[in-house]
């Protein structure tokens, strides 16, 4: 998914968490991104693009296996989850930014391409609903759903709500062949590519910080 719509899963964490500090579920549901953002830098992972981008199904995670893989999830939600627990000696705070963590694959499992492997060693296998690369349209739909969804379920303000749908909505070229927008000056560029999620991901989980503050009851 992308970085808006990860930013609003932390509120379904909030909602059932109240008394942790958003700004440690925000980081939770971005930390695997994080870890792509800095892993694509310095050349761990790989990211590549068709000759002309149109959209983002012509934009490949080439090598994604150390943050985004199933076995990383687990070790980092597993790891997140005891450090927490027997440190901090909070289990409910260990068990929120365990799942908080794990969310993050769960949320692109179900709308990337197949490009998320199951493991960083040994097996190849790698899995995805591949809704970005056959049904952008759909994966649209389904992303803008569940932010709103989100909102929703945490009862925020209209604020927040204008956020959300703001950041998806700017993200429609992007789900769209036909219409084509910035994505046209990724090709072949991408730490560009890389840059622009890494500034979606701070913005994002700025505002949605920010605008969470305020409910309606």
């Known amino acids: ?18 008394e942790i500090k958003m700004i440690w579920l925000l980081l939770s549901v971005q930390l695997v991104e994080f870890l792509w953002v800095i892993f ?11 000759t002309n981008v149109t ?3 012509d934009i490949h995670l080439s090598v994604l296996s150390f943050s985004h893989s199933l076995l990383s999830t687990i070790i980092l939600s597993l790891t997140a989850y ?9 289990n409910q705070f260990a068990i929120a930014i365990s799942l908080a963590i794990a969310s993050h694959f769960i949320l692109d499992v ?8 199951i493991s960083f060693i040994g097996i190849k296998t ?23 969804f989100c909102w929703w379920y945490y009862k925020g303000s209209k604020s ?3 956020i959300i749908v703001l950041f998806n909505l700017s993200n429609f070229t992007l789900f769209s062949p036909d219409i084509i927008g910035i994505e046209k000056y990724f090709s072949n560029k991408p730490i560009l590519i890389v840059s622009v ?6 913005i994002t989980l700025l505002l949605v910080g920010y605008f969470s503050k305020k409910r309606v009851v």
């Open 197 to 202: 999620i890494a500034i979606q991901i701070f």
């Open 160 to 162: 927040l709500l204008y």
């Open 110 to 117: 179900i709308t990337h391409a197949c490009d998320l492997p």
């Open 82 to 90: 005891l450090v927490l627990k027997y440190l901090a000696k909070n």
């Open 40 to 50: 694509n830098y310095t050349g761990i992972e790989k990211t590549t693009t068709e």
């Open 126 to 148: 790698e899995i995805g609903s591949t809704l970005y690369t056959n049904f952008p349209y759909a994966a649209l739909a389904l992303e803008f759903a569940f932010g709103i």
């Open 1 to 18: 998914m992308f970085a808006i719509n990860h930013a609003a899963a932390a509120l379904i964490f909030k909602k059932r968490f109240p």
């Open 55 to 57: 959209y983002v199904g």
